[in-house]
């Protein structure tokens, strides 16, 4: 074992690329095969994808801006990265999100009303993780790396033990999904430390945006994110995040070897965020106007569209269908909204545990009794 | 009818905001997620989309106002007035198309006219806008493509609000968590500590009173919040309850700050006779602060502008107006002008109408580097409404025939006094009249209104000792007179203009020509 350690080599510093900012086509010796084949119908389901999530981007944005939700998390920019990734796992393969995998979620075939859900706070989790394969969304990041390596644990005993749960598969490929912020946390080290150790099923998925909030990457890390992976004794690699065939390729391609049981692996997607953090901030603060607009060029969807025009898969027709498609997602995700019921706080409380709880008990009576302190409610006047 | 749009809470825990910007006006069409302005927060500069979709009626907050969450922002109205549709308050007893396709209750507004369709003009509207910087975006020969709206691909910048922030509600006890046995949990009580004189550890009651930026305005002010009174909602601490304590508190030696009352019931515990035992002029509050808010402000801003900015030069005339006013007996009665105001103030528009003609420069836009000649008359009418003082305009007031006229004034003076002009009534006027005779007064200096280089004012009319052919009668007598802006507008042209209509008011017969 300690031999194989040795030979971990350090990711190359240049992002694996398929398809250049001009929208032509890259050959790589080793992730060029793995498009090569796509069918049509492929193609244009990746591009699809991106741009419905895009915009329902756009619309829960306006949402918040309008008082309907108290906070929302752009993934604009991310689509390519997202997209790609989740085009190259298998639906049974298990999901770690953080807050921002949107595209991932609807790809996943979560709706936008599900998903919205927890940002209304009208539910704890709109969705049901085991029916999606993709668990909830973990405001407290970086914990879900730890998640998604506690599930790999588990998967890898089920497996020796011959007990797999009904639905799981036995070459489950785990996704932990994090950014470049999360990757400054404690939580991370410790899952990665652990993947490793007990050589689990882990796919690391970073999505290198830039920014963690209004902290800049060059402070965070002096060397590429990806190259911590082989400090962890398994490979790490870089993509061109804004680019959704390279993203599929190095997904499909790292995906497979996990599956044959090579153990955890790394992939950096090298993106950026054309939004804020999330609609509590502002970027203008932070970033310039200069570096915003290099990476507006690098636009995922304009480089991916230009290219299945130029192949001739992409026509006006399908355009339009998605188009219509994505403006019909977003009408209805305002009509679900502003129909969402508040979700009822003492439910909250009495699914924290399956069986009666003391301290959950008295918090549960200090809310009760709190509410029951307003003077409006009892006719006093001020 | 119309769909009011509160401020948000723009961010997590935000309480007001400045109006930057705005992006639309009065009488604009508006779509879902169309940008309306831009506002500024303790956090960031933020641009806001409409959540309906309709024709702007009302800019309710002006740009610069700082508003609080909560309060209105827009007002919008159905594309087609007529129809009560989209209105929350109106969904039940209309037949509602609307209501029945997206099942909204009362409590969901705007989803009848929320569609693809609705949004498409917006997409569009942001395209025509800025059609270079989208195709920059991208490499040459693509369509900047599957973007639909490449405004907002560009991410609305900034916080993220919610329409109704809860506010702090007083309450009538504190909740401790001492209300089951724990104490087999091992919980400490909390001790709380109580808030010090220099603010140094604020209770949580204090800190929940005052938004961050209101404490840190009082940081500046080297004050405690434990020395401040809250005025706002339910005892909330404001921008301006600091301001005047900081205020107070200069103009207090030192050693009485501690004992300084902090309302009219407070006795100072100094030897000097109090204000209380000696008695005010009626009940309530030594002093009261009144927030400005409203027409109050707008006027205020207005006049406090055009003072500042415009020199003003006055001049007055007294005029024998018997002649009209014999006219206007007569008027009276002929049934044409049934149910109008046929007042002295009719005459004077009709003089001052007439007295434009003959002096071009009055009616006037002054813009510094040039200046605008109007070629008609947008008559703007002062009058004092319950809400404050407003100025409704008569459009193209020269088309109108005395009859026509007396119409319109009667017609905007009721709206006035009603409180139903809309501010687009109130645009665009190019010369003013204040009629300050219905107060009895007989003369005064108006303000000119912005942009506007002559106002005329109108005074009481009165029966007075007159000469006439050497013998002294009893005239009906009246000054007008007015404000100009001296820029353009020197004492003789003035006074041309003005002895114009005092010869219309004196001879009404000449306005047959």
Redesign the interface.
Known sequence: MSAAQSEVQLASSVPVQLLGVDGALVGHPVFSRYVADLSDEVLLGLYRHMVVERRFDVEATSLQRQGELALWVPASGQEAAQVGTIAALESTDRVFPTYREHAMALYRGISAEQLMATFRAAKHTGWDPGKFNFNWYSIVLASQALHAAGWAMGIKQDVSTGALGEGRTADEVVLACLGDGATSQGDVHESMVFASSYQLPVLYFIQNNHWAISVPLKTQSRAPLAHRAAGYGFEGIRVDGNDVLASYAVAKHMAAQIRAGSGPKLVEAVTYRMGAHTTADDPTKYRTDEEVESWKRRDPVARYRKWLEAEGILDQQFVDQVDAEAAQLAADLRTAVHEMEPVDLERVFDTVYAEPHRQVQVEKAWLKDYEAGFAEDQGVEF | MSQT??L??V??GLTEAEIVSWKVKPGDTVA??DVICEIETA?????????YTGVVQELVAQEGDTIEVGQPLIRIGSADDAAPEGDPGDAGDTSDTSAAD???EAA????GT???A???PSSAAGQAAEPNSTT????P?????????PA?????????????TPKA?????????D??D?S??G?EPVARSAPTADGGDLGPDVVRRASPPVRALAKRYGLSLSELLGTGD??RITREDVEAQAEQKAKTPHDEVGAMPLSGSAVPSGGTPTPVQLGLLYDGPREERVQVRGVRKATALNVAASASTVPHVSVFKEVDITASMELRTALREDPRFAGLSVSPLLFAAKAIIWALRRNRQVNATWQETHYTLCNYVNLGIAAATPRGLVVPVIHDAQAYTTQGLAAAITALTTDAREGKTTPAQMQGGTVSITSIGSLGLDFGTPILPPGQAAIVMLGAVRTKPWVVDGQIVPRQIVTIGGSFDHRLIDGDLAGAFITDIATILEQPGLLLD
Do not use: C, I, M, W
């Not at chain 2, 560009?154 to 109704?164: E, F, I, M």
């Open positions: 749009f509160n948000p809470d961010g997590e879902v997620n956090k960031s500069l933020v641009e806001l989309p409409v959540p997206t099942g909204a969901g507004p705007v989803y929320v569609s693809g609705a949004a498409s920059d975006t991208v490499s020969q693509a369509e900047p493509a599957p973007r639909q709206e907002e691909t560009q991410a609305l910048v900034g916080s993220g609000p919610k329409a109704d509600r007083a309450r009538t006890r504190a909740t401790a968590l209300l089951v724990v087999d949990l919980l339910n005892g």
